[in-house]
Every structure is written in C-alpha cells, then in structure tokens.
C-alpha cells in the first residue's frame, strides 16, 4: 500500500510521484501495489472535477503511468477519475507490464456529512462493459477478477473507500466470486476515532471473507481547509 505525497489538482507532479511510488516499491520486492482513491488528480478536487483540463490531464497522465509500468514486475492498482458514456466515474485502474487490465468503478458514492461525491461523480453501473482507453478495449465494471497465470490461488479484486463501509460491500460478492486478495483505493478522513474504527473494518472484512485486504488510503497532500487525512 503506497500514499504518495501529491499535490490537490496538480496532475503532472501526482503522476511523477506515483511512478516513484512504483519505483521504490519494486526496489522493496512488491508484486501488486496499491494507491490511494483519485490518487492522479487529489480526491478533494472539489468542483475542479468539472473542468475538461483537470479530466484530460488525468487520462494523459494515466497514459504515461501504464507505459511506466511496462517491464516492472507489478501488478498495480490507481485511483483515477474517468468518463465513460457521458458520466464521471471515479474508478481504480488495474494494470501490469505496461498494459490496463480492467476499470473497477465506485459503487457507493457517499453523500452526507463532508462528504457529497454524487455532485461529481456517477454511481457505479451494473453489469459489465468495455471501455476504449488508448486504442484498446478494456472490461469496466464491478466484478472483475484478476487472476494470477503463474500462481491461480492468488486471485485478485478491487473496491473503492466507501464500497467498505455500506452495508453490502462489493468485496463479499468478489470474494464468493474467487478473489482471495482484495484491495481498497481509499480517501478516508480522519476524525476522532476513526482511525481504529478503520482498522477493525478491514481486520473483519479480511477475516469474514477469508482473504488479503490491502488499504491505501489519501495521506496529508490531500488535506484543504475542509478535511484532514493521515494516510
């Protein structure tokens, strides 16, 4: 699980330090890396996420990430927002050796306290489509599973932030579906208590569904004058 420091809205120097993150992570032996939710743009864009600049400059940077990844033994999952059929989904970006695998989309948009994601974004659809990122089709959808050639056990799936904390979590379809490694792209706020409420959550999941769990979540780049995050 790697936050890297980013910078709100500054898309160029988030994907530099995404790269590092990637670097530094093979370096340490990893084969599947994690990064926070929005990790490309910053999850507290606020209204910056209606801007065509901010949205181009995010597909543009996703493109030199996925070719960074190309000869890195990795698997590698980002947070990134993207359009598909007219709507703005925040999604997690599943790719290895220079190639996207699949677009895991975020089910459960939250929408009260701090929080008003469905202003932004559009709820995940069901089902399962293909979208066209850099002249190839690839699958979009909730229940992808990625499934390791050299080791089938380790199968693997991803969920978004609050997909964890509603009251059916994707990851418990996913995990009856075959995945034994689930990761969370997360932007999670801190607040008295929270944090250890957060641990428990994960620690559960894990145990419930007899699986890895990996959590990344947003660190300090992404705090503003509305929310704090530890990372």
Request: charged share 20%; glycine share 10%.
């Amino acid at each position: 699980a790697v936050t890297p420091a980013i910078r709100v809205g500054d898309v160029a120097y988030n994907a530099d330090q995404i790269r590092k993150g990637m670097e530094e992570a093979e370096r340490a032996g990893a084969s599947i890396v994690v990064f926070p939710e929005l990790c490309l743009t910053g999850y507290t864009c606020q209204d910056l996420f209606f801007q065509q600049t901010l949205l181009d400059g995010a597909l543009n940077a996703l493109k030199d990430i996925t070719e960074h990844s190309a000869g890195l033994d990795m698997l590698i999952a980002v947070g990134c927002p993207l359009r598909f059929r007219g709507e703005l989904y925040n999604c997690a970006v599943v790719m290895k050796d220079g190639k996207i695998l699949g677009v895991v989309p975020k089910k459960f948009l939250p929408n009260y306290n701090e929080f008003y994601e469905k202003r932004h974004f559009t709820a995940a659809p069901e089902g399962e489509y293909d979208i066209e990122l850099f002249g190839e089709s690839v699958p979009f959808g909730l229940g992808l599973l990625f499934e390791c050639r050299g080791t089938p056990e380790l199968v693997f799936a991803a969920e978004i932030c609050e997909d964890l904390w509603a009251a059916e979590p994707p990851s418990i379809s996913l995990a009856l579906g075959g995945a034994t490694l689930i990761a969370n792209l997360s932007a999670s706020n801190e607040t008295i208590g929270k944090d250890s409420y957060r641990r428990e959550l994960v620690n559960s999941q894990s145990a419930r569904l007899l699986c890895g769990y990996v959590y990344a979540s947003a660190g300090s780049g992404e705090s503003t004058q509305d929310l704090v995050f530890g990372g």
